[in-house]
């Protein structure tokens, strides 16, 4: 699972993990399109990614193909993103490289990943059914999880952390890699001011993550088990 072609290849295939249930969560039919298409590349996904790479694993990040140029619409980026598949621009390498300089001179946040293992993957049955999960940061002797995050609004990611289903990564997580919700916490970096919070888990945080969990479970059963017609899927309710 330590190789990403396998992990997010063929794995993906045969076991669930918390992006799956949240895509479940939003839509059934946006899951089933996901799963037969792939999802396409967002910007906030590249620049996570990016971010991820430059604090957590900075070989990898070094070893990407960098164009010299600002935008992904030149003609040199066009080529290169031919050529080598994966390809970013000098912009969003600065960019990541600001983000990870200032993540790595805040001592608070520094002291989340020191003498820790990086992009530790994991795989086990929860409620009835496998799942995969990769923790970003797995401390403490493995008794600790801490999972990086950039948002463009830190102060509101309380918020966002239930409105993404971050509670169910949360609960997920905690469950694959045998941890309590009081080990997982989220270290989060402001993309705009530079900020950076550190939130950890309470207990109905971690709770709801269970609940969403049963309920994307409980879709996919009827949708992708019991064959459901997933073309007469609605969403009723009362305003």
């Known amino acids: 699972m330590v190789d990403d072609n396998f992990y997010y290849g063929e794995?993906?295939?045969l076991a669930l993990s918390s992006s799956s249930l949240k895509l479940l969560l939003s839509s059934p039919k946006t899951y089933k399109y996901v799963t037969k298409?792939?999802?396409?590349?967002?910007?906030p996904l590249r620049d996570g990614r990016l971010v991820h790479l430059?604090?957590?694993e900075p070989k990898k990040f070094e070893s990407l193909n960098f164009?010299?140029?600002t935008s992904k619409n030149s003609k040199a980026y066009k080529e290169a993103k031919l050529n080598y598949g994966e390809v970013y621009t000098r912009s969003e390498k600065e960019n990541a490289e600001k983000i990870a300089d200032a993540f790595l001179k805040n001592e608070h946040a520094l002291k989340t990943i020191s003498n820790c293992a990086f992009e530790i993957p994991a795989i086990g049955i929860v409620q009835g059914y496998p799942f995969r999960g990769k923790a970003d940061v797995l401390t403490n002797g493995g008794h600790s999880i801490v999972d990086i995050k950039t948002s463009t609004d830190i102060k509101a990611f309380p918020y966002s952390a239930k409105k993404y289903s971050y509670d169910v990564q949360c609960y997920l997580y905690c469950k694959l890699f045998d941890v309590s919700h009081e080990q997982f916490k989220f270290v989060v970096i402001d993309k705009g001011s530079l900020d950076i919070a550190i939130w950890k888990c309470s207990k109905?945080?971690?709770e709801e993550g269970k609940r969403?969990?049963?309920e994307a479970i409980n879709i996919f059963e009827r949708f992708f088990i019991e064959g459901q017609d997933i073309d007469n899927y609605i969403i009723e309710?009362?305003?």
């Open 237 to 239: 309710g009362m305003l």
């Open 37 to 43: 298409y792939g999802s396409p590349e967002t910007q």
């Open 54 to 56: 430059s604090i957590l």
């Open 67 to 69: 164009v010299n140029v």
């Open 204 to 206: 109905e945080f971690y």
């Open 11 to 13: 794995l993906n295939k």
């Open 212 to 214: 969403k969990t049963k």
